[in-house]
């Protein structure tokens, strides 16, 4: 029996590591939208408008890309205990750390592929200074006036050797429900889209073609509109921002998106997933076959070549 959906609350943060780390900078501020809320060594802490905690996006330095810590918060102080109780009982024991601003003890583990991911309760509510100030008291920070101006960090998708045992801990250990999933005609599991809330999905795995442990297919931070992702491609396009594909809909989750790399090389999804929610207990597991992948996306786009092969690290 998997545990109850809600020990975990929502995704978090994840770090993003850059090898360009100010035109890195510039892209998440300038061409998204996003505030810095910090620095601390080689980081800075980023956050979106309507972030309540102190930052979603931490951007660090490093020789190369790819991702860091993914920390998920739990929906309380009893949730966290179940959890961690819950990793060491599944052979994933992992140690408490407390290096991040605006958060509490974290006990940072990885999942079988290798990812790093950090459980946490403790979480400071966001104070936004005279200038970030929001005109209305419901909401964390004003919005900014340039760029794409991304609302939230909205799901992370991790490139795994093998999908099974890792979705399979998102659930089994984690609490999370799986909603979409490909499986081959060989019946192998390519990719299965898992939510902890009642989006439809908040975490992906992804088979990497190359075989590699730890790596990272996308990051996705999502926009209040469509027509926000039609300005962000043009924005994009004007500031010599690398567009890989979209914009379009995607027919797994009929997520509304466009794929841009950031300057050092991750993979950025902005996405339009707001409409669609799983209110059902007992939803089902939709499984899409390779054949009705190869129609394409929803409106018939096909998959460019690159989305099978660039992951970060390279
Ligand atoms: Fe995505």
Not at 56 to 64: F, N, P, R
Not at 83 to 91: I, M, N, Q, T, Y
Not at 168 to 196: C, K, M, N, Y
Request: net charge negative; charged share 20%.
């Amino acid at each position: 029996m998997p545990p109850p959906l809600g020990d975990i609350a929502h995704l978090g943060h994840v770090q993003l590591r850059t090898p360009d780390p100010d035109r890195s900078l510039w892209f998440f501020t300038r061409m998204l939208g996003m505030t810095e809320s910090g620095r601390a060594g080689e980081s800075v802490y980023l956050r979106t408008w309507d972030d309540y905690e102190h930052h979603s996006l931490v951007l660090t330095a490093h020789t190369t890309s790819g991702p860091g810590r993914t920390a998920l918060r739990t929906s309380s102080a009893q949730a966290l205990e179940a959890r961690v109780k819950a990793l060491e009982d599944a052979g994933l024991a992992g140690t408490w750390v407390e290096d991040e601003p605006g958060l509490g003890p974290l006990y940072v583990t990885q999942d079988p592929d290798g990812h790093e991911i950090a459980l946490y309760w403790e979480s400071e509510w966001y104070e936004a200074p005279p200038g970030l100030r929001p005109g209305l008291k419901n909401q964390p920070q004003a919005k900014p006036a340039h760029g794409v101006g991304v609302r939230r960090l909205d799901h992370v998708n991790f490139l795994a050797a093998e999908v099974s045992p890792n979705a399979g801990f998102a659930h089994h250990v984690l609490g999370a429900r799986p909603t979409e999933q490909i499986v081959l005609d060989s019946g192998r599991v390519a990719a299965q889209w898992l939510t902890f809330t009642d989006k439809s999905y908040d975490v992906v795995y992804t088979e990497d073609w190359s075989g590699a442990r730890g790596r990272l297919h996308h990051i996705a931070f999502a926009t209040d509109t469509r027509e926000d992702i039609l300005r962000a491609a043009d924005l994009c396009l004007d500031n010599g921002v690398h567009i890989e594909t979209g914009p379009h809909k995607h027919a797994i989750q009929q997520t509304f998106f466009l794929y841009v790399y950031e300057p050092g090389g991750n993979r950025v999804e902005l996405c339009n997933p707001l409409t669609r929610l799983v209110l059902a207990p007992d939803w089902p597991l939709i499984t899409w076959t390779a054949k009705e992948r190869a129609k394409g996306q929803a409106w018939g786009l096909k998959s460019i070549e690159s989305f099978h092969t660039h992951g970060t690290p390279p």
